[in-house]
């Protein structure tokens, strides 16, 4: 199995910046696609911004520009960075990856627990 950990958050400025960090352990093989997502009550979760294994980053329109997502392959971690932030940006953000895991040829989703960021002056 593969354990997501996010830390990073809390209660930010508008017009602030956040740095969020997920690290992914357990018996790891691979990880193909690490991203980011969100979710506000009573709304489904959307996605903020992927990164493959090779680099590419995919944004969200209401973040590009301004959010950064970067990994550490050597240490199966991903990051995000969000500048200007927004009071539309509150919201709990889920680190999610697809991985192999040793003994298995299954590509699997896994999901963080979730670390709580909230917008407001």
């Known amino acids: 199995q593969v354990q997501l950990v996010e830390s990073g958050g809390g209660l930010l400025q508008p017009g602030g910046s956040l740095r969020l960090s997920c690290a992914a352990s357990?018996?790891?093989?691979?990880?193909?696609?690490m991203a980011w997502y969100r979710q506000t009550p009573g709304k489904k979760r959307e996605l903020v911004a992927t990164?493959?294994?090779?680099?590419?980053?995919n944004y969200r329109d209401s973040v590009k520009g301004r959010s950064t997502i970067s990994r550490d392959n050597a240490k199966n971690t991903v990051f995000l960075q969000m500048n200007s932030l927004k009071p539309e940006d509150t919201a709990i953000y889920y680190c999610y990856c697809a991985a192999v895991i040793y003994g298995s040829s299954a590509l699997r989703d896994y999901w963080g627990q979730g670390t709580q960021v909230t917008v407001s002056s």
């Open positions: 990164i493959n294994s090779d680099g590419t980053a």
């Open positions: 357990g018996s790891i093989f691979s990880i193909n696609v």
